[in-house]
Structures are given as C-alpha cells and as structure tokens.
C-alpha cells in the first residue's frame, strides 16, 4: 500500500481586514472575471469583428452580475430548494459557499441576450468570445474548491499514489476530484478552445465555438463526476448519475444543435 497524502492546511482565507476577509474562493472569482475580460478585448477584434473593446469592458459588469446571482440562485433551485425555502435569508449567505456552474452559465446567458441586443451586437458572435475564455474562470474555481477542502472525490483505490485525506472528508483516502476537475474543466477545455478559435473559417460561424465550448464542458464535467463524491443531500440520482452528470445532458445536446446549425457570416460589402 502507497503512502497517503495529507490535504494541506490551507486557510481559506486570504487576509483579514477587521470584519473584512478575503477568501481564495473570491479571489478566484475576480481573477477569473479579469483574465477573461483583458483576452475577450483582443478576441472581439479578430476577423469577423463582432464587438468594440469598449464594449467588452461594459459587459464586464454585466457577467459580473450573472455569473454570482445566477451561480447562487442556480445552487439554491438544483441543489438545496427544500432548505433554502424554509430559511430563505440564507439565500444571501454566500459566504457559506454553495454556487452552481449551470446556474452560473444561466445567468450570464441571460446577461449576454439583454446586453447584445440592447447594443445591437450580434449575440452568438460575442458569445463565441465568452466561450474561448469561459475555461478560465472555471479552471480556478476549481483549484479555490481544492484550497477550501471541498467537493471531494470518491474513496480511491490503495494503489493511487495521488490518494489524499481531506479534514471533512474522513479518513478514507479520496481522489482529489477538484484537481482532476481544473485540468479537465479549466486547462485542457480553455486550450482547446483558444486552439479552436485560431481558425478563421470556425470564427466565421458564429455559434459554432458556443457550441464547443458545451460540449466540452458537458464531458469533462460527466467524466470529472465520476471521480467527485455526490453531495450527502443528493446522493445519486436517475440510473447512478449526480445532478451534475444530469445537469450537463442539455448542455451538451445544445452545444451539438449550435454547432449543427452554425454557418458562416457573409464577408461584408
């Protein structure tokens, strides 16, 4: 039998100001949001041009907006609705954690439509954008979950050297799903989809890289779940599969119709 690693005792807060803490999970929020944000300037330039950067900048706020109301509301319907219904002030209790990509991916999705056709931008064109640097932002969350010591993976075999104890998790060794989760989510789906969006004719037909993006998404996270243990208030679901798994069946059968239906935009006049 392998020796077993030791989760390391990371706080998962940054620093404290008086009252005021700043934690990694935060952080990685913020970063995510402004490494996004400086790539998509340069993205929306590249031929066909689809947005200003100072249109870029506006939407900043507006993704800010969507990606933390709709990741909390997402939590709260998916995940906890029971509990949250009968205390609905800890709605507003995001400090506890609890945020959901797909409620996230809501949010901005509502954000995007709003603010594209308020500013006559062509909708599936700036989200081809959003898509190539979306990887970004989840890749960190990813290793924000790891530092805070959740979302753990299932109890690992005794020969995997990479085994580790977390403090909640017991003392069974477990497979650290949030590293798994960061490459596959975060590295390995922003790499292919910058590598993607190299390609012209593919930038040309718009919806075409949106819908990349959900099918990468949908199988990194269907294959990253089979390592991460289900939430104790879930546990599996329909056939064995974590809401999770099933949350990302719409994903990916929308990401396969946006790529189905993309066609190249007309050169311009």
Same mark, same amino acid.
């Given at each position: ?184 989510? *975060?590295? /390995? $789906?922003?790499?292919? #989809? &910058? ?7 593919? +930038?040309? =037909? ?37 809401? *999770?798994? /099933? $949350?990302?069946?719409? #994903? &990916? ?7 189905? +239906?993309? =066609? ?6």
């Amino acid at each position: 039998m392998l020796p077993i690693l030791t989760f390391p005792a990371f706080d998962p807060v940054i620093v404290r100001f008086g009252p005021l803490a700043i934690r990694w999970y935060a952080l990685a929020y913020i970063l995510g949001l402004v490494l996004g944000w400086r790539l998509m300037r340069r993205l929306v330039q590249q031929a066909p041009v689809v947005a200003t950067t100072l249109q870029v900048d506006d939407f900043l706020t507006w993704a800010t907006l969507g990606v933390v109301l709709g990741g909390r509301l997402g939590y709260v319907l998916f995940y906890q609705p029971l509990h949250y219904l009968a205390d609905p002030a800890a709605i507003f209790a995001v400090w506890q954690g609890g945020m959901s990509f797909h409620g996230g991916t809501i949010g901005v999705t509502i954000a995007l439509i709003c603010y594209t056709w308020r500013n006559g931008i062509d909708l599936l064109g700036f989200a081809d954008r959003i898509a190539v640097v979306a990887p970004i932002g989840l890749g960190l969350g990813r290793i924000a979950n790891f530092i805070n010591g959740e979302l753990w993976g299932r109890p690992a075999p005794d020969w995997l050297p990479w085994a580790m104890v977390f403090p909640t998790g017991g003392p069974i060794p477990r497979h650290p799903s949030e590293i798994y989760e960061a490459l596959l989510e *975060g590295l /390995l $789906l922003f790499l292919a #989809m &910058l590598a993607l969006s190299r390609r012209p004719g593919l +930038r040309a =037909r718009f919806g075409w890289l949106t819908g990349a993006f959900l099918v990468g998404y949908a199988i990194a996270r269907i294959i990253g779940e089979f390592f991460r243990e289900p939430d104790a208030f879930l546990g599996f679901l329909w056939a064995g599969a974590t809401m *999770g798994q /099933l $949350l990302c069946i719409p #994903m &990916l059968l929308a990401g396969l119709w946006l790529m189905g +239906r993309s =066609r190249a935009q007309p050169a311009p006049a």
